[in-house]
T-cell receptor, first 116, second 112 residues
Framework: GAVVSQHPSWVICKSGTSVKIECRSL??????MFWYRQFPKQSLMLMAT?????????EQGVEKDKFLINHASLTLSTLTVTSAHPEDSSFYIC????????????FGSGTRLTVV | DQQVKQNSPSLSVQEGRISILNCDYT??????FLWYKKYPAEGPTFLIS?????DKNEDGRFTVFLNKSAKHLSLHIVPSQPGDSAVYFC???????????FGTGTRLQVTL
């Protein structure tokens, strides 16, 4: 089946630095990818939707300049957390459209970001 | 505003018994509901779903029940197996092209 590879699985960075998270579709082309964030004991919250070759669509309340999303190819989407702060510490996970309808999503394994 | 709620953060069930995971929603526009299973360090994987035109969907050991009037759905696993130990997320969508709205998850532990 379809596989979405997400790296790194965990990262620790210092406040003020930037961190890049990659999601690759290994055996299919992903024209659309979704980025979620999950705080402890909370649900997966959609941050943005990225479409290959165009600008990402951000959900309300998500800072576009802080969470930079690039989807330059059909197999790679990246999320860069710029000038990270401790409150950005969270679990970030990507998902790709692999089919039609509500069941047509494949998720990456997630990235645990800790900002110290 | 948490539109999809899983009020039990954890559940422990003996092997062979039935596991019942519950989910409540508030948005009456939701017309499709899904359950995902997540192991540590892995992404969620799709388990089972149900359309709002149905009240039950069964797939092997897994059955999802939907009570639209109560805005409640539940996932039944029977018999429960140790390999079922994971975090289960309930999700909902409003329309086939709509984004998924997730609950907070319930951690299921199946004991021997």
């Amino acid at each position: 089946g379809a596989v979405v590879s997400q790296h790194p699985s965990w990262v620790i960075c210092k406040s003020g630095t930037s961190v890049k998270i990659e999601c690759r579709s290994l055996d299919f082309q992903a024209t659309t990818m979704f980025w979620y964030r999950q705080f402890p004991k909370q649900s997966l919250m959609l941050m943005a939707t990225s479409n290959e070759g165009s600008k990402a669509t951000y959900e309300q309340g998500v800072e576009k300049d802080k969470f930079l999303i690039n989807h330059a190819s059909l197999t790679l989407s990246t999320l860069t957390v710029t000038s990270a702060h401790p409150e950005d510490s969270s679990f970030y996970i990507c998902s790709a459209r692999t089919g039609t309808g509500p069941t047509g999503y494949t998720f990456g394994s997630g990235t645990r970001l800790t900002v110290v | 505003d948490q539109q999809v709620k899983q009020n039990s953060p954890s559940l422990s069930v003996q092997e062979g018994r039935i596991s019942i995971l519950n989910c409540d929603y508030t948005n009456s526009m939701f017309d499709y509901f899904l359950w995902y299973k997540k192991y540590p360090a892995e992404g969620p994987t799709f388990l089972i779903s149900i359309s709002s035109i149905k009240d039950k969907n069964e797939d092997g050991r897994f059955t999802v029940f939907l009570n639209k009037s109560a805005k409640h759905l539940s996932l039944h696993i029977v018999p429960s197996q140790p390999g079922d130990s994971a975090v289960y997320f309930c999700a909902a969508s409003a329309g086939t092209a709509s984004k998924l709205t997730f609950g907070t998850g319930t951690r299921l532990q199946v004991t021997l």
